[in-house]
């Protein structure tokens, strides 16, 4: 049974930066697509950037230009970088681990709080 875990959010200024973790366990983290998602008070969840097992980068279009998703498959962890953060951006960031044609191996970690505000 897989487990993810999410770090590094925290209160940021307007313009700054910030760089999230997500570390998987009890899995082959190199097999997994992984996602970084969010959800801010009264919105639905949403997609902010994912990269499958091959390297490929999607970004939402809020994401673009802005975010950077990376993994590492030796240390099993999944980061992205945030940076020119925007008061917008404040949510809480949820890691998700897909293990692809397996509905079963689909890990939600248990969420980061990132705000931004002056």
């Known amino acids: 049974q897989g487990q993810v875990v999410e770090s590094g959010g925290g209160l940021v200024q307007p313009g700054g930066s910030l760089r999230l973790s997500c570390a998987l366990s009890g899995s082959t983290f190199r097999l997994y697509d992984m996602g970084w998602y969010r959800q801010a008070p009264g919105r639905q969840r949403e997609l902010v950037a994912e990269?499958?097992?091959?390297?490929?980068?999607h970004y939402a279009d809020s994401a673009k230009g802005r975010f950077t998703i990376s993994r590492d498959n030796a240390k099993g962890t999944m980061y992205l970088q945030m940076n020119s953060l925007k008061p917008e951006d404040t949510a809480v960031y949820y890691c998700n681990a897909r293990l692809p044609g397996n509905q079963a191996r689909d890990y939600w970690g248990q969420g980061t709080q990132v705000t931004v505000s002056s």
């Open positions: 990269i499958a097992r091959g390297g490929n980068t």
